[in-house]
């Protein structure tokens, strides 16, 4: 027995079914899953990653003896003494900073019905890496960081590390006495006369000099603390004077003791987590006390790692984990729901700095319903800030 059914019921069924189809608003898929003939009305956006910036800063230590260090015992009674020069270095602080960056793995095309969308306005908001901010909302633009594998980022470097001591003239004048002899009519006389000459002060003399006048400007320091000028000289006075001499006497005594100078470098290495690193050891630099930082290829010196592990108070739920919708179908926009790592560097249980930090890709990707909203992401992580569906 055949069913024969009526010309408008079939009508009325085909216009049900196109109806419930550009009721379909947009449709998304990873770059990966496009036909290379597959085109239409669309856009492509990307989904963040987390990259983190390692920063180490680095405090070199120079020590330069001073140039009359052979006389500070001799002329000051001084034995602690810079005697060779010397290079130390020391990490004085190690920053972790997480940065967002477009994702390689995670592009994704949108295409968008028109037909379904008709007269409804269509904005779209993207930061200048091309990671999509929101859908329909206008908001304020966000500052991504980018960065770089390696690089200096700071750097304070003294140009001139030697001693100014021109405290007077490097010369002095002379005086010879000169004998002559003549012999006049058998008779030898003797005859003497002076030259004045200029020559140059020896280490010891000058030595002597830059002695005399610490030993003068301590004087001078006790004079003013033992109210020896009888002059009611003020507080903030008395102050500001002996501070001055004090100046003025360590910098002359910093060239018999020598001087240290200490410079910062601030190194900033780019660590970007996969999956495979998580609860293992990933190396990014050595240090080495007489060196500094090394690449780790180097055989000597202490090797840096970084450290991944969940942090168990704050791990998604299982059923967050095993989804996999970037490769089911109709699907609408994919966003990220990140999770949280303990991130540490340090050599082995030693010098270690932790943090726990949000990394996007070590979370979940989902998906929206493949219609029209009213979305707000966060550009640093990828996840959803604000959704309103558009009716």
């Excluded at 240090?287 to 290829?297: E, Q």
């Excluded at 059923?319 to 926009?333: D, F, R, V």
């Amino acid at each position: 027995m055949k069913l024969k059914l009526p010309l408008s019921f079939i009508v009325i069924i085909v216009l049900l079914l196109a109806s419930c189809s550009s009721k379909r608003h947009i449709s998304v898929k990873h770059i990966n899953e496009l036909e290379q003939s597959e085109s239409g009305n669309g856009f492509y956006y990307s989904l963040p990653k987390t990259v983190l910036n390692i920063d180490v800063v680095v405090k070199k230590t120079k020590g330069i003896p001073g140039p009359f260090v052979d006389y500070a015992n001799y002329f000051l009674g001084i034995d602690n003494v810079i005697n060779n020069s010397y290079v130390d270095y020391e990490i004085s602080d190690i920053q972790i900073n997480r940065v967002a960056l477009p994702d390689p793995d995670h592009y994704y095309f949108v295409e968008y019905n028109r037909r379904a969308i008709g007269e409804n306005d269509f904005v779209l908001n993207f930061s200048e890496p091309g990671i999509l901010k929101s859908i329909n909302i206008l908001d304020e633009d966000e500052i991504i960081k980018k960065t770089n594998d390696k690089q200096l980022i700071y750097s304070y470097e003294l140009k001139n590390l030697g001693f100014n001591h021109f405290l007077g003239s490097n010369h002095k004048i002379v005086r010879d006495t000169i004998v002559d002899y003549i012999l006049v009519d058998t008779i030898l006389q003797e005859r003497r006369r002076f030259e004045l000459r200029r020559t140059v002060k020896d280490n010891e003399e000058r030595a002597e000099e830059l002695a005399d006048v610490i030993i003068d400007l301590r004087n001078q320091k006790m004079d003013i603390i033992s109210g020896f000028h009888e002059i009611p000289y003020s507080e903030e006075t008395m102050r500001y004077m002996y501070s001055k001499l004090d100046s003025i006497k360590q910098s002359y005594l910093k060239l018999f003791v020598g001087k240290e100078v200490v410079v910062e470098n601030t190194y900033r290495f780019a660590y970007d987590p996969k999956w495979n690193h998580v609860n293992k050891s990933q190396p990014v630099f050595r240090f080495h006390r007489n060196k500094g930082l090394l690449s780790i290829d180097e055989n000597e010196g202490l090797l840096y790692e970084v450290n991944l592990k969940r942090v168990e108070e704050a791990q998604l739920p299982i059923k967050l984990k095993t989804l996999s919708t970037h490769k089911q179908n109709n699907n609408g926009l994919f966003y990220r729901v990140p999770e949280y790592y303990n991130v540490s560097i340090g050599v082995d249980d030693r010098n270690k700095i932790e943090k726990n930090i949000l990394i996007n890709q070590l979370g979940t990707v989902l998906s929206l319903p493949p219609y029209l909203f009213e979305v707000n992401f966060c550009t640093e992580t990828g996840s959803i800030k604000f959704l309103k569906k558009v009716d």
